[in-house]
């Protein structure tokens, strides 16, 4: 079955307590992402990766870093978390160039 | 900028046909228009998409204008597990997906 595997789905924390979100997918993707959704914001994207060690920023990149070492999966670490990150957080993959994707089942993070 | 529009919600009755508009009056000639969904804080799960012609699969009918200035999403007989955010996309830009605020479906008993 196709799919997208985020972990953990519930992570609380404290501020500038280092943490990383795992996600994986086992279609094959190129082209994998990261997009947090906040109230009234809708979902925005922090980060995608269009290959291997190929990793660019989104519209809200500030205070994250990504890493694509291996095709299936593109963690997202939070160096030094802040109560402003609180939000819930997709992961996402699609083949290039099309609109057809994958999302995870999303973590939802406190840091407080 | 998400170039749709669509309502803000809408209501349905169960076994109903559910049709969401969508206006995408700036669409260009190459882009498609795709349907997702978001049921309660889950991921967003995609459901259909079209260029030009109307499209079915087992989740969903699109009907798209011929201008293509709009789109209209129907899910057939809606259930109370339809109940969620659908979201009409038009700009897929690389692979990024620029999310509009979408339409609440309420499907009631």
């Known amino acids: 079955e196709a799919q997208v595997t985020q972990n953990p789905r519930y992570l609380i924390t404290v501020t500038g307590k280092k943490l990383t979100v795992t996600c994986s997918q086992n279609?094959?993707?190129?082209?994998m992402s990261w997009y947090r959704q906040d109230p009234g914001l809708g979902l925005r994207q922090i980060y995608y990766?269009?290959?291997?060690?190929?990793?660019d920023k989104g519209d809200v990149p500030e205070g994250y870093k990504v890493s694509r070492k291996e095709k299936r999966n593109f963690p997202l670490i939070l160096e030094s978390p802040s109560p402003n990150q609180t939000s819930l957080y997709f992961c996402?993959?699609?083949?290039?160039?099309?609109?057809?994707?994958?999302f995870g089942q999303g973590t939802r993070l406190t840091v407080v | 900028d998400a170039k749709t529009t669509q309502p803000t919600s809408m209501d349905c009755a169960e076994g109903r046909a559910a049709n969401l508009p969508c206006n995408h009056s700036?669409?260009?000639?190459?882009?498609?228009v795709y349907w997702y969904r978001q049921i309660h804080s889950q991921g967003p799960q995609y459901i259909i998409h079209?260029?030009?012609n109307n499209e079915t699969n087992e989740m969903a009918s699109l009907i798209i204008t011929e201008d293509r200035k709009s789109s209209t999403l129907i899910l057939p007989h809606a259930t109370l597990r339809d109940t969620a955010v659908y979201y009409c996309?038009?700009?897929?830009?690389?692979?990024?997906?620029?999310f509009g605020q979408g339409t609440e479906l309420s499907v009631k008993p």
């Open positions: 079209g260029l030009k």
């Open positions: 996309i038009v700009r897929v830009d690389g692979g990024k997906l620029i």
């Open positions: 990766s269009m290959n291997v060690e190929v990793t």
């Open positions: 279609m094959n993707h190129e082209y």
């Open positions: 996402a993959s699609s083949a290039p160039g099309t609109g057809l994707a994958f």
């Open positions: 700036t669409i260009s000639g190459n882009e498609y």
